[in-house]
């Protein structure tokens, strides 16, 4: 192997191991939130469900129900879908 061939391999080894340094220590910024007022008693999350459509679950802490709403991206349109009663789907049953 020439000496160009060396270096190049090694310069090449050097790039790789310093990305794979980097990409190790790298961490995404934590996320940060605090409720104040109203946003104290609604959680959201939203997500990818469909190839077109996106997810939007609003948890109401006082009243404990559960609604989602769907975002179809190609016609921009949010749908409100139902209501969950969280008190009810989450109740014990007596003996349990």
Not at 36 to 65: F, P
Request: aromatic fraction near 10%.
């Amino acid at each position: 192997m020439s000496k160009a061939t060396c270096l190049t391999l090694l310069v090449c080894l050097n790039l790789l191991l310093l990305t794979a340094l980097c990409l190790a220590n790298y961490s995404l910024p934590a996320a940060q939130a605090a409720g104040t007022g109203l946003a104290s008693r609604y959680l959201a999350v939203a997500g990818a469900i469909q190839s077109n459509y996106d997810a939007v679950y609003v948890l109401d802490t006082r009243e404990r129900t559960l609604h989602a709403f769907y975002w179809d991206r190609s016609r921009r349109d949010l749908m409100y879908v139902d209501w969950r009663d969280l008190d009810r789907d989450f109740r014990h049953h007596e003996g349990d």
